[in-house]
Nanobody, 121 residues
């Protein structure tokens, strides 16, 4: 049974940093591209970042480029999102998701519950 369990969210001041983690189980983690997606209060889902299976190709939405870094540990079956220079616009529930097919990006199927990040002074 696939499970994606995020953690690391919380309240942070503007300009601060947080590192989100996502523990994956129930599938062969090393074979799947992974994603972070967020949903700000009252808004729709927004793709944030993508990482390939080896962790050597990463992609970001323009609004977080240079501030966020996605990474993965294929031994620990874990996905991460290091968030620096946080802004109030980054306030959202953050979800980790997996590709719908192995070895390539193909939609997003299983989603974790999400972890809330609040950027406020």
């Amino acid at each position: 049974q696939v499970a994606l369990v995020p953690s690391g969210g919380g309240l942070v001041q503007p300009g601060g940093s947080l590192k989100l983690s996502c523990a994956a189980s129930g599938f062969t983690f090393t074979n799947y591209w992974m994603f972070w997606v967020r949903q700000a209060p009252g808004k729709g889902l927004e793709w944030v970042s993508t990482i390939n299976t080896a962790g050597d190709s990463t992609f970001y939405v323009d609004s977080v480029k240079g501030r966020f870094a996605i990474s993965r540990d294929n031994v620990k079956n874990a996905l991460y999102l290091q968030m620096n220079s946080l802004k109030s616009d980054d306030t959202a529930v953050y979800y980790c998701t997996k590709s719908g097919r192995p070895y390539r990006p193909y939609g997003m199927d299983y989603w974790g519950k999400g972890t809330l990040v609040t950027v406020s002074s």
